[in-house]
């Protein structure tokens, strides 16, 4: 059976450039545009170095800019974004895959409504009100992370699944497939670009809301941006500042590549 790719529609999957499909761009075009953001982001972070090496430190500022609390930050950080996501996916996706399924339809406005809800609370509030009633630590952090990046995915997951082609998954059905194998070997293979762009959007959100994951002690760059604020030091909150958003396109790039080659052939 011949499976052809739907098309994906432009407001849900946007234009990826890093994308290295034979015929598309060639493949010394397709190199430098896997080499250019890495190299960008290496200047930037080269820049900062000096900027900050050039500056007079006084011993706040040399505390919060050693060269270990920033690296345990960033790892902190990642660690914050990467344990999240991984939630987000392993609720989502089943999630998203249960609700298009004909039995669950009825159910599908109440959960697509408190996802939604989830993601349009302001990221500071989610995260005060857990800190408020839970605690603070590392863990409820990840719950307030999982809950406002959870809306993408799950909205991507059902989007996917839902534009494969009608016709399709009846020759699986008329070939003797079960349900699950239709599922399996047709559905999910052709929702893939569609889930990933949803689970790339989420690793970005995820990366810019951990920075606030310091008001419950979750450690991360947050600590080194608060600390700027704070401490009235402006040289430790542009430091902050510039390594989160160095971060976001880095995680963001590595998506792109990890989405180009997780894509099944053909689509």
């Given at each position: 059976m011949s499976v052809t790719a739907p098309e994906v529609p432009p407001e849900v999957v946007a234009a990826d450039p890093y994308s290295t499909r034979p015929g598309l761009f060639g493949r010394s075009s397709a190199a430098r545009r896997?080499?250019?953001?890495?190299?960008?982001?290496?200047?930037?972070?080269?820049?900062?170095?000096?900027?900050?090496?050039?500056?007079?430190?006084?011993?706040?500022?040399?505390?919060?800019?050693n060269a270990d609390v920033v690296v345990a930050s960033v790892i902190r950080h990642l660690e914050l974004v990467g344990l999240s996501t991984v939630f987000v996916i392993a609720l989502a996706v089943p999630l998203g895959v249960l609700l298009t399924r004909p039995f669950a339809r009825p159910f599908v406005p109440a959960v697509v409504g408190v996802a939604n809800a989830g993601q349009a609370l302001p990221s500071l509030g989610v995260i005060a009100l857990l800190a408020l009633v839970f605690g603070i630590g590392f863990r409820y952090a990840v719950v307030a992370l999982v809950v406002y990046a959870f809306l993408p995915v799950l909205r991507n997951t059902m989007v996917g699944l839902r534009q494969v082609d009608a016709a399709v998954i009846e020759s699986g059905r008329g070939m003797g497939m079960t349900k699950a194998s239709v599922l399996a070997r047709i559905e999910l293979p052709l929702a893939v670009p569609v889930v990933l762009a949803g689970v790339r959007t989420a690793l970005v959100i995820n990366v810019g809301t951990a920075t606030i994951a310091v008001l419950t002690n979750a450690g991360g760059l947050g600590t080194i941006i608060f600390q700027g604020i704070v401490q009235n030091r402006r040289t430790i909150l542009l430091t902050g500042s510039i390594l989160a958003a160095v971060l976001a396109l880095f995680v963001d790039y590595l998506a792109g590549v990890a989405e180009d080659k997780i894509r099944p052939r053909g689509l």
């Amino acid at each position: 059976m011949s499976v052809t790719a739907p098309e994906v529609p432009p407001e849900v999957v946007a234009a990826d450039p890093y994308s290295t499909r034979p015929g598309l761009f060639g493949r010394s075009s397709a190199a430098r545009r896997y080499l250019f953001m890495p190299a960008a982001l290496s200047v930037v972070c080269v820049l900062l170095y000096l900027w900050v090496s050039s500056k007079e430190l006084d011993s706040i500022e040399q505390r919060v800019l050693n060269a270990d609390v920033v690296v345990a930050s960033v790892i902190r950080h990642l660690e914050l974004v990467g344990l999240s996501t991984v939630f987000v996916i392993a609720l989502a996706v089943p999630l998203g895959v249960l609700l298009t399924r004909p039995f669950a339809r009825p159910f599908v406005p109440a959960v697509v409504g408190v996802a939604n809800a989830g993601q349009a609370l302001p990221s500071l509030g989610v995260i005060a009100l857990l800190a408020l009633v839970f605690g603070i630590g590392f863990r409820y952090a990840v719950v307030a992370l999982v809950v406002y990046a959870f809306l993408p995915v799950l909205r991507n997951t059902m989007v996917g699944l839902r534009q494969v082609d009608a016709a399709v998954i009846e020759s699986g059905r008329g070939m003797g497939m079960t349900k699950a194998s239709v599922l399996a070997r047709i559905e999910l293979p052709l929702a893939v670009p569609v889930v990933l762009a949803g689970v790339r959007t989420a690793l970005v959100i995820n990366v810019g809301t951990a920075t606030i994951a310091v008001l419950t002690n979750a450690g991360g760059l947050g600590t080194i941006i608060f600390q700027g604020i704070v401490q009235n030091r402006r040289t430790i909150l542009l430091t902050g500042s510039i390594l989160a958003a160095v971060l976001a396109l880095f995680v963001d790039y590595l998506a792109g590549v990890a989405e180009d080659k997780i894509r099944p052939r053909g689509l």
